[in-house]
């Protein structure tokens, strides 16, 4: 199984591809970062991220997309920004006939810490140590998204098989 994780923000929005099956280690694909200036409308910004989703997911061809489920923060104006990076990662997976499953951040840091109160840094040593990388992913959203897409794989991946394949056989 293919999937590409996204690990949602306005400014920095990470993107990571691993193929894998539950129980055994995935293999990095791809990571990197979309990134919008801040001194862009918010309509513009958004837009770059939909057109840099899309490429991945062109490019990429996953099986599936995780994406970080939003939480409540203090700061209302991150939490917009990052719940709209979300849905535009989700819109993009949906009209391409993705899957779309959405992860909670504990969910993702048990799956690959084994405790769901980690910190970024041991998300990203347990990410290197997974995919069998020489140093982590940098920044900490490429590492993020390397993780959700991890989670995925061994947490989500065969619960999604499930349901596409139910939604294909209705379809017919």
Do not use: Y
């Amino acid at each position: 199984m293919r999937v590409l994780g996204v690990d949602p923000g306005l400014t920095r929005c990470g993107l990571g591809v691993v193929d894998g099956v539950p129980g055994r280690p995935p293999g990095l694909i791809a990571v990197g970062v979309a990134r919008t200036p801040s001194d862009l409308d918010l309509a513009s910004r958004l837009l770059r991220l939909e057109a840099e989703i899309d490429r991945w997911i062109v490019d990429h061809r996953p099986d599936a997309v995780a994406v970080e489920r939003v939480f409540a923060q203090h700061n209302v104006q991150t939490v917009m920004g990052t719940a709209q990076a979300a849905g535009i990662a989700m819109l993009v997976a949906a009209r391409r006939g993705c899957p779309v499953a959405l992860h909670t951040p504990s969910e993702v840091k048990a799956a690959i810490t084994g405790s769901g109160r980690a910190g970024k840094d041991q998300v990203a040593v347990m990410v290197s140590r997974i995919l069998r990388l020489a140093a982590a992913p940098k920044p900490a959203d490429a590492a993020d998204a390397l993780a959700l897409a991890i989670c995925h794989v061994w947490r989500g991946g065969a619960q999604n098989r499930l349901q596409q394949a139910l939604q294909e056989a209705r379809a017919r």
